[in-house]
T-cell receptor, first 115, second 114 residues
Framework: AQSVAQPEDQVNVAEGNPLTVKCTYS??????LFWYVQYPNRGLQFLLK??????LVKGSYGFEAEFNKSQTSFHLKKPSALVSDSALYFC?????????????FGSGTKLNVKP | DGGITQSPKYLFRKEGQNVTLSCEQN?????MYWYRQDPGQGLRLIYY???????QKGDIAEGYSVSREKKESFPLTVTSAQKNPTAFYLC?????????????FGPGTRLTVT
């Protein structure tokens, strides 16, 4: 079965420091990977995705993610965190092998950026 | 504006009553989804539909029902059989012909049943 895992429930970082939110995946076939952000009482907003090509993908709000096939990881990164980045982050994978309309989400990581 | 709308934003019901949550999209997407989110937790798939007049159960379909009579609309009914219906409900849509396309989410409906 396709799945993603976010090993950290919460990540704390000081404003201005780099941040990393971890995601590992387990898929059959090529992985189609996504990151979303959710602010309180809101829907999910798309940040970035990896489909093919460069392992480093850039997305919205200065976020980027590094795809690592050997480690089956897709970690979300930002060079300098802002307090406004505090939110819930979800990693997801699209099932393109068995049911390409189905997405699998990680459990979410709460990012706290302190001033 | 293109997007997904969910209404109402907040919904209160008495236990034992059925309630229907609305989801409409004008993105011309074939696939639509309903997720449930409990406090501090991830998303759990309730139902999804890949085309009009067709839908599949997700991981937690018991106590829920859906219909897909129009491409733009995918309403979710929370029935009295759902044991613990209080939650945040998210609707989403996606293209079906493009594997690389992401899901687009609505703003959510917070349902409280007492």
């Amino acid at each position: 079965a396709q799945s993603v895992a976010q090993p950290e429930d919460q990540v704390n970082v000081a404003e201005g420091n780099p941040l990393t939110v971890k995601c590992t995946y387990s898929v059959s076939g090529n992985p189609y990977l996504f990151w979303y952000v959710q602010y309180p009482n809101r829907g999910l907003q798309f940040l970035l995705k990896y489909i093919t090509g460069d392992n480093l993908v850039k997305g919205s709000y200065g976020f980027e993610a590094e795809f690592n096939k050997s480690q089956t990881s897709f970690h979300l990164k930002k060079p300098s965190a802002l307090v406004s980045d505090s939110a819930l982050y979800f990693c997801a994978v699209r099932d393109i092998l068995y049911n390409f309309n189905k997405f699998y989400f990680g459990s979410g990581t709460k990012l706290n950026v302190k001033p | 504006d293109g997007g997904i709308t969910q209404s109402p934003k907040y919904l209160f019901r008495k236990e034992g009553q059925n309630v229907t949550l609305s989801c409409e999209q004008n993105l011309n997407h074939d696939a639509m989804y309903w997720y449930r989110q409990d406090p501090g937790q991830g998303l759990r798939l309730i139902y999804y539909s890949q085309i009009v007049n067709d839908f599949q159960k997700g991981d937690i379909a018991e106590g829920y029902s859906v219909s897909r009579e129009k491409k733009e609309s995918f309403p979710l009914t929370v029935t009295s059989a759902q044991k613990n219906p209080t939650a945040f409900y998210l609707c989403a849509s996606s293209k079906t012909g493009d594997y690389g396309d992401e899901q687009y989410f609505g703003p959510g409906t917070r349902l409280t049943v007492t």
